[in-house]
């Protein structure tokens, strides 16, 4: 499978301005800058980004919407979720997670940033290929 062929959405450019926070590669294609910010992200095989936080004071959070390919969710201290076309993830605000391509399969989803108040990113550390290695 090729990543055009992912989403009715175009898979966009190399993440490259976000490359330090994801292992593997990954494009993104923001498709909304306006009212909400909404990102077409597509990851390849093996591709996840590191552990973060989407800090808020009030509302916040983001809001994944699988759209192709087969991945991975997970909160700090909570086993990982598998992810496929159709899936909802709503990620509340001031919460560590990651997400990111199965192994074998490209993967992605659109990114809707939940809008809040005092709103910042706070990219952590990788996901290890330890932990990593241990999802189906």
């Known amino acids: 499978m090729q990543a055009k062929e992912l989403s ?6 190399k993440n490259d301005a976000f490359a330090e926070y994801f292992i593997g590669q990954s494009y993104l294609n923001m498709l909304s800058t306006q009212q909400v910010t909404i990102g077409n992200v597509t990851f390849e095989p093996g591709c996840r980004n590191n552990w973060h936080v989407h800090h808020a004071s009030k509302g916040g959070g983001q809001i994944l919407l ?5 991945g ?5 201290g909570q086993p990982a979720r ?5 899936d909802v993830v709503h990620i ?3 919460v560590k997670h990651w997400h990111g391509a199965a192994p074998d399969s490209w993967f992605a989803h659109l990114a809707v940033e ?3 108040e005092e709103t910042a990113n706070e990219w952590l550390e990788p996901v290890s290929d330890d932990e990593y290695g241990k999802l189906k």
Request: aromatic residues 14%; charged residues 15%; negative net charge.
């Open 8 to 13: 009715v959405f175009p898979t966009g450019e």
């Open 82 to 86: 598998e992810l496929h076309p159709g």
């Open 114 to 116: 939940v809008p809040g």
């Open 66 to 70: 699988v759209t192709a390919g087969r």
């Open 92 to 94: 509340p605000a001031n």
């Open 72 to 76: 991975y969710y997970q909160e700090w």
